[in-house]
């Protein structure tokens, strides 16, 4: 956390394409991260797009403080919001930011398919959330292909965010099952050489054909 500002601009510089914010409430998850001040903090050292992951109970109780803190793209899980999720949506869309929904492993997709033409983001989670460091659950591969056709079929806009385990190997895979939007942690900071780890991720999704650079 005493290199905040400098990893942020390490990464930015390196060519990441918006900073993945996890937080974490221990409660809805069993670890404890940080809050809307860290996350000032991080928007006043870069002009990416700030991507706020909120892992907690009663987002609603949350949500105006994160966008007031700089965060462009606000997640809220499915399985913290039920069936209030579309005000919640509205919410954050209200001001004139992007509202995404996140689903768990083992949460049915049938859970979200009702309001899906109003998300800007679904994030599908690849691992259990709470913990950096996870191995990729290949169960999410069908489910981000399923999501894609329900996406293609209806003529939707939404992002397929996949978040947990991304690697070289696995962001071909997912990319290649229809994810927009790459969340890689371990893969690049724990990497000696950030810049070149971004390069390798960027370049297992174009040789899939997936994105063009």
Known sequence: MSCLSREV????????????????????????????????????????????????????RHIKNF???????????????GSYVTPLIKQIQNYDKKAGVAVKLDTSL???????DSLDTVLLMSVNPGFAGQLFNHRVIPRIEELKKIKCENGYHFNIEVDGGINSLTAALVARAGATILVAGSAVFGQPNVKEAIKDLKKSVVQVGVIEK
């Open 9 to 60: 601009r390490r990464v930015e510089q390196a060519g990441a394409d918006l900073l993945h914010i996890d937080v974490m409430d221990g409660n809805f998850v069993p670890n404890i991260t940080f809050g809307p001040a860290i996350v000032n903090a991080i928007r006043k050292e870069t002009n990416l797009p700030l991507d706020v992951h909120l892992m907690v109970n009663h987002p609603e």
């Open 67 to 81: 966008i007031d803190a700089g965060g462009d793209i606000i997640i809220v899980h499915i399985e913290a919001c």
């Open 110 to 116: 049938s859970k979200i398919t009702h309001f899906l």
